[in-house]
């Protein structure tokens, strides 16, 4: 296997190189440029065009292509435009409220999601059964931003029990004030997406438990007299659980993709709002380190649900 | 507060203001120019709460918008209308103004002009100290020149009005280490600096001309830092100094900032301990005033004005924006070799009955009132009611008349086409007009729309550019080539300086003049603007009303709303104002008459 992996991996360097080269020449190839937005009675044009050149918007985009990557090399994704600061720092800002609310949202979607589908699988037709089916009803049906906004109103406005925006308290000072504040400011945002995310998950392991009802492995523990409970725990779940599996890699490149809506809603600086940020300003260096970072994570993501899927299903190896 | 406006311009303003400006109201004229409250329509100047201010109170101002902040405290190196409202309580702004931003004595410093030797000599209020304790110096005056001139530090704001200071081109250019035109009459320790300009102009006397610089920035504080690394470092985004009532005591990048009082400011006691902005997002604004967690709103979506105007502890105040919106018709092309527009273009355009009949026909009032909830007004001219002795009353712009649309489209020789859908040019061709819409709000494309259907009804056949709205940037970029043939007239806004000049926007050599409209009469109606006679305010007055009468019958550019600025503010909160005259001790005097809000 780890021929395999090794191999996987070196695939992925000329993956990349292709990756980087679209990723650079379709920024390119939006109208405008960082400095196309900053026209203004007070803004001289020929400064502007100092600057357009300063910052090589005149070279050959394969010159450009090449400073790009040569600083690349030396850990230098670039000054944002727009933000002013190196991109490394625009990133290192948001990375982390990102990934530490992807992965509240995600532990919950998994929390909740698990359970309801063994209960809803197992109990087929009845009625807490239905109760979940309308509950994923809801959970599919309805926009994420009403469910936000809602959720914000009475629990952050209404109830005053959450914060309402931001990911830290400006009064919290010291690690541990500032960790529980970032923790309390994530709780609504987090809980609210992750209860979301759930309705794939319940009704893939549903109909997974339902088959596996009626396989002959179960028949058979089941003849054997294995205790039903103990059925359901040890020989359905862990068979059910694969297409789940199956997703867990990309998740991974979820967790810095970020939401637009919910950082939206709830003023949370992330990376799905710097990314579309960077988008409309054109601040290329912000778009493609983050276009970059997240195709290499996806690549990553992919290798990794086959790892995962080997290690859950003996049967799958990677040859 | 009103001040910092001023120094605005650039993608994150004009972006918000066009949406702003799309989504807005008609009230009563705004023509008048005057202050009162009637020209802000449903909104007061200022509230007078008649209360005592308790001790220790803290102010929460809500930042309404979807973005994080970007925070650089250094108005020579931002452009982002935020970042100007959050410097507000730090002091920004070097000199005090009338409401009309003529500077007069009292800020930060002092400004006296000198026709004869053409120099300007600026002197620091006494006693004026930054947030550590050092005093400010002369060599903080001339600081921000160096930021602004030397290419090493990347600002944007070098124009072509600041090389008219001796020597600072030269510096710009590298060809000097020092700015031979500033000097320092009683040393780069003293309190003031003497600018030599190379001639004077009538907006000298205005401030946010932009002929100098003013802001001041600690040298001492900034000088060890790498000129590159100036907008990212900690000094101008963490732990910025300052000279006004209150200093930053706590920033959390993008989201939230703190202030308390400045224990080295001399003048008035600040009334508040702390002030807090946090950023808001435009969904949850109004529900934010509803649940009262905030004092005062900036920069709130005109959509949610039916839902805030109703709050019993709210008070809607607001002022006139230094902005406006406009239609400019591409007459012609920007020639880059010899910096000029060229009105050369070959199209229906070129006739101003056509162009007059347009104006007419649009029903600005209607699409402010529907989409703007009285928070804009339809613009008589190009220049900005806060001039009010500028903007000329009499001059009315385009009110919404069909039938006078149509008579002068009649006179002019345009026939109807045999189906008596749409006219035909007055040679007997039938023309379709491209119009450039802007994307920009939900709004957007049914206002673009629905003036499409306006000039349907006087027989002009419009459409689309590309059949769509085109994006801020694509835009831009097909306005700053001044090339581009294949739109015939488009929809903007502009942010404003407080010089109410019109040379930057429709001289012949303005790259911003994007209808590349200009006749030898308009440039020698604009250059009275600006000319030395034009110091004399009665003169230039005259010249500001013969220019807008001109454009008026032109109808170069349609002039389509003025917008209004509105701050919703707590009933608790004294001492609020909106003026443009509030000056530097303006925070300090800012308190709250109860522990909570109301």
Same mark, same amino acid.
């Given at each position: 296997?780890?021929?395999?992996?090794?191999?996987?991996?070196?695939?992925?360097?000329?993956?990349?190189? &292709?990756?980087?080269?679209?990723?650079?020449?379709?920024?390119?190839?939006?109208?405008?440029?960082?400095?196309?937005?900053?026209?203004?009675?007070?803004?001289?044009?020929?400064?502007?065009?100092?600057?357009?050149?300063?910052?090589?918007?005149?070279?050959?985009?394969?010159?450009?292509?090449?400073?790009?990557?040569?600083?690349?090399?030396?850990?230098?994704?670039?000054?944002?435009?727009?933000?002013?600061?190196?991109?490394?720092?625009?990133?290192?800002?948001?990375?982390?409220?990102?990934?530490?609310?992807?992965?509240?949202?995600?532990?919950?979607?998994?929390?909740?999601?698990?359970?309801?589908?063994?209960?809803?699988?197992?109990?087929?037709?009845?009625?807490?059964?239905?109760?979940?089916?309308?509950?994923?009803?809801?959970?599919?049906?309805?926009?994420?931003?009403?469910?936000?906004?809602?959720?914000?109103?009475?629990?952050?406005?209404?109830?005053?029990?959450?914060?309402?925006?931001?990911?830290?308290?400006?009064?919290?000072?010291?690690?541990?004030?500032?960790?529980?504040?970032?923790?309390?400011?994530?709780?609504?945002?987090?809980?609210?997406?992750?209860?979301?995310?759930?309705?794939?998950?319940?009704?893939?392991?549903?109909?997974? &438990?339902?088959?596996?009802?009626?396989?002959?492995?179960?028949?058979?523990?089941?003849?054997?007299?294995?205790?039903?409970?103990?059925?359901?725990?040890?020989?359905?779940?862990?068979?059910?659980?694969?297409?789940?599996?199956?997703?867990?890699?990309?998740?991974?490149?979820?967790?810095?993709?970020?939401?637009?809506?919910?950082?939206?809603?709830?003023?949370?600086?992330?990376?799905?709002?710097?990314?579309?940020?960077?988008?409309?300003?054109?601040?290329?260096?912000?778009?493609?380190?983050?276009?970059?970072?997240?195709?290499?994570?996806?690549?990553?993501?992919?290798?990794?649900?086959?790892?995962?899927?080997?290690?859950?299903?003996?049967?799958?190896?990677?040859? | 507060?009103?001040?910092?406006?001023?120094? &605005?311009?650039?993608?994150?303003?004009?972006?918000?203001?066009?949406?702003?400006?799309?989504?807005?109201?008609?009230?009563?004229?705004?023509?008048?120019?005057?202050?009162?409250?009637?020209?802000?329509?449903?909104?007061?100047?200022?509230?007078?709460?008649?209360? /005592?201010?308790?001790?220790?109170?803290?102010?929460?101002?809500?930042?309404?918008?979807?973005?994080?902040?970007?925070?650089?405290?250094?108005?020579?190196?931002?452009?982002?209308?935020?970042?100007?409202?959050?410097?507000?309580?730090?002091?920004?702004?070097?000199?005090?103004?009338?409401?009309?931003?003529?500077?007069?004595?009292?800020?930060?410093?002092?400004?006296?002009?000198?026709?004869?030797?053409?120099?300007?000599?600026?002197?620091?209020?006494?006693?004026?100290?930054?947030?550590?304790?050092?005093?400010?110096?002369?060599?903080?005056?001339?600081?921000?020149?160096?930021?602004?001139?030397?290419?090493?530090?990347?600002?944007?704001?070098?124009?072509?009005?600041?090389?008219?200071?001796?020597?600072?081109?030269?510096?710009?250019?590298?060809?000097?280490?020092?700015?031979?035109?500033?000097?320092?009459?009683?040393?780069?320790?003293?309190?003031?600096?003497? &600018?030599?300009?190379?001639?004077?102009?009538?907006?000298?006397?205005?401030?946010?001309?932009?002929?100098?610089?003013? %802001?001041?920035?600690?040298?001492?504080?900034?000088?060890?830092?790498?000129?590159?690394?100036?907008?990212?470092?900690?000094?101008?985004?963490?732990?910025?100094?300052?000279?006004?009532?209150?200093?930053?005591?706590?920033?959390?990048?993008?989201?939230?900032?703190?202030?308390?009082?400045?224990?080295?400011?001399?003048?008035?006691?600040?009334?508040?301990?702390?002030?807090? %902005?946090?950023?808001?997002?435009?969904?949850?604004?109004?529900?934010?005033?509803?649940?009262?967690?905030?004092?005062?709103?900036?920069?709130?979506?005109?959509?949610?004005?039916?839902?805030?105007?109703?709050?019993?502890?709210?008070?809607?105040?607001?002022?006139?924006?230094?902005?406006?919106?406009?239609?400019?018709?591409?007459?012609?092309?920007?020639?880059?070799?010899?910096?000029?527009?060229?009105?050369?273009? /070959?199209?229906?355009?070129?006739?101003?009955?056509?162009?007059?009949?347009?104006?007419?026909?649009?029903?600005?009032?209607?699409?402010?009132?529907?989409?703007?909830?009285?928070?804009?007004?339809?613009?008589?001219?190009?220049?900005?009611?806060?001039?009010?002795?500028?903007?000329?009353?009499?001059?009315?712009?385009?009110?919404?008349?069909?039938?006078?649309?149509?008579?002068?489209?009649?006179?002019?020789?345009?026939?109807?086409?045999?189906?008596?859908?749409?006219?035909?040019?007055?040679?007997?061709? %039938?023309?379709?007009?491209?119009?450039?819409?802007?994307?920009?709000?939900?709004?957007?494309?049914?206002?673009?729309?629905?003036?499409?259907?306006?000039?349907?009804?006087?027989?002009?056949?419009?459409?689309?550019?590309?059949?769509?709205?085109?994006?801020?940037?694509?835009?831009?970029?097909?306005?700053?080539?001044?090339?581009?043939?294949?739109?015939?007239?488009?929809?903007?806004?502009?942010?404003?300086?407080?010089?109410?000049?019109?040379?930057?926007?429709?001289?012949?050599?303005?790259?911003?003049?994007?209808?590349?409209?200009?006749?030898?009469?308009?440039?020698?109606?604009?250059?009275?603007?600006?000319?030395?006679?034009?110091?004399?305010?009665?003169?230039?007055?005259?010249?500001?009303?013969?220019?807008?009468?001109?454009?008026?019958?032109?109808?170069?550019?349609?002039?389509?709303?003025?917008?209004?600025?509105?701050?919703?503010?707590?009933?608790?909160?004294?001492?609020?104002?909106?003026?443009?005259?509030?000056?530097?001790?303006?925070?300090?005097?800012?308190?709250?008459?109860?522990?909570?809000?109301?």
């Amino acid at each position: 296997m780890w021929k395999t992996i090794i191999r996987r991996v070196l695939i992925m360097i000329p993956q990349i190189v &292709i990756l980087s080269v679209l990723v650079f020449v379709l920024a390119k190839l939006m109208p405008g440029d960082p400095f196309s937005g900053t026209i203004g009675p007070n803004t001289d044009p020929k400064q502007i065009e100092a600057l357009k050149r300063a910052a090589g918007l005149f070279d050959p985009w394969y010159v450009q292509y090449w400073h790009w990557i040569v600083n690349l090399f030396h850990g230098n994704l670039g000054q944002s435009y727009t933000l002013k600061q190196p991109v490394t720092t625009v990133l290192g800002n948001r990375i982390g409220n990102t990934v530490w609310l992807s992965l509240l949202s995600l532990i919950v979607s998994y929390a909740v999601a698990i359970p309801l589908g063994m209960t809803s699988g197992r109990h087929d037709g009845s009625r807490r059964d239905r109760g979940i089916a309308i509950f994923n009803y809801f959970t599919f049906g309805l926009p994420t931003f009403v469910v936000f906004l809602l959720g914000l109103y009475f629990f952050g406005y209404q109830l005053n029990w959450f914060p309402t925006s931001g990911t830290v308290s400006i009064n919290a000072s010291g690690f541990f004030a500032e960790a529980s504040s970032r923790l309390y400011h994530m709780l609504l945002p987090g809980a609210l997406a992750g209860i979301l995310g759930t309705t794939s998950t319940i009704q893939y392991l549903r109909s997974e &438990i339902i088959d596996a009802k009626s396989q002959d492995y179960v028949r058979t523990a089941r003849s054997k007299g294995v205790p039903t409970s103990k059925v359901y725990s040890r020989h359905i779940f862990r068979n059910s659980l694969l297409p789940i599996a199956a997703f867990a890699g990309f998740q991974i490149t979820g967790l810095i993709g970020g939401s637009v809506v919910i950082e939206q809603v709830f003023s949370y600086p992330g990376m799905g709002q710097l990314f579309i940020t960077a988008i409309t300003s054109r601040d290329y260096s912000v778009v493609t380190a983050i276009v970059l970072f997240t195709g290499i994570l996806a690549l990553f993501g992919s290798l990794l649900s086959d790892i995962i899927l080997s290690l859950v299903d003996p049967r799958i190896r990677i040859e | 507060m009103k001040k910092s406006t001023k120094y &605005i311009t650039g993608l994150a303003a004009a972006a918000a203001l066009f949406s702003v400006v799309l989504a807005g109201c008609g009230n009563k004229g705004a023509q008048s120019g005057s202050q009162d409250s009637a020209s802000l329509g449903a909104l007061k100047l200022a509230y007078n709460n008649k209360d /005592k201010a308790i001790k220790d109170g803290t102010l929460n101002i809500a930042m309404v918008q979807d973005t994080p902040f970007q925070g650089v405290f250094a108005s020579e190196l931002s452009n982002d209308l935020t970042d100007s409202y959050l410097q507000a309580p730090t002091g920004t702004g070097l000199f005090n103004t009338t409401n009309s931003f003529k500077i007069v004595d009292g800020g930060a410093a002092n400004l006296k002009l000198d026709k004869a030797s053409k120099t300007a000599t600026i002197t620091l209020r006494k006693g004026l100290t930054w947030s550590d304790g050092k005093p400010v110096t002369a060599k903080d005056l001339e600081f921000p020149y160096e930021i602004t001139a030397n290419p090493a530090y990347q600002s944007q704001r070098y124009t072509d009005s600041l090389a008219n200071i001796k020597g600072l081109a030269d510096y710009h250019n590298g060809k000097a280490k020092t700015i031979s035109g500033i000097t320092y009459p009683d040393g780069e320790n003293g309190n003031s600096i003497k &600018i030599q300009f190379d001639h004077m102009t009538p907006g000298m006397w205005q401030s946010g001309s932009g002929y100098y610089i003013e %802001s001041i920035e600690p040298y001492h504080y900034l000088k060890d830092v790498k000129p590159a690394d100036l907008a990212a470092s900690k000094q101008v985004r963490q732990e910025p100094l300052a000279f006004g009532p209150y200093k930053v005591s706590k920033v959390v990048a993008g989201q939230s900032v703190t202030y308390v009082p400045n224990p080295y400011w001399k003048g008035p006691t600040p009334k508040l301990k702390q002030i807090t %902005s946090t950023v808001v997002s435009t969904a949850t604004a109004a529900e934010a005033l509803k649940s009262k967690k905030y004092d005062v709103a900036f920069q709130m979506p005109s959509t949610a004005y039916p839902t805030v105007k109703g709050l019993k502890n709210y008070v809607q105040t607001g002022d006139q924006s230094l902005s406006f919106s406009y239609i400019a018709f591409n007459l012609g092309h920007y020639d880059t070799k010899k910096s000029e527009n060229v009105q050369d273009r /070959k199209t229906p355009l070129q006739d101003k009955a056509l162009r007059q009949a347009m104006g007419y026909a649009m029903n600005v009032d209607q699409v402010n009132k529907k989409f703007n909830n009285g928070l804009a007004t339809r613009a008589n001219s190009t220049i900005v009611p806060v001039f009010k002795e500028a903007n000329d009353p009499s001059v009315k712009g385009y009110p919404l008349d069909i039938k006078k649309a149509n008579s002068i489209l009649d006179k002019a020789g345009y026939k109807w086409d045999s189906k008596h859908e749409y006219r035909k040019t007055p040679e007997g061709k %039938s023309f379709k007009l491209v119009y450039l819409a802007r994307s920009g709000n939900a709004n957007a494309e049914a206002v673009a729309q629905n003036y499409i259907q306006q000039w349907k009804q006087i027989g002009v056949d419009v459409a689309l550019y590309h059949d769509r709205l085109t994006d801020f940037n694509s835009w831009g970029q097909i306005m700053q080539g001044g090339n581009n043939n294949d739109w015939d007239f488009t929809g903007g806004a502009w942010s404003v300086s407080s010089d109410p000049s019109q040379m930057d926007l429709y001289s012949k050599g303005a790259p911003y003049n994007f209808g590349h409209f200009t006749t030898p009469k308009l440039t020698k109606l604009l250059d009275a603007i600006d000319a030395p006679a034009a110091i004399d305010p009665k003169v230039r007055q005259k010249a500001f009303y013969a220019y807008q009468q001109y454009m008026q019958d032109q109808a170069a550019v349609i002039p389509t709303s003025f917008s209004l600025d509105w701050f919703p503010v707590n009933k608790r909160v004294i001492g609020w104002s909106n003026a443009n005259d509030n000056g530097l001790n303006y925070w300090a005097n800012i308190g709250v008459s109860s522990e909570s809000t109301k």
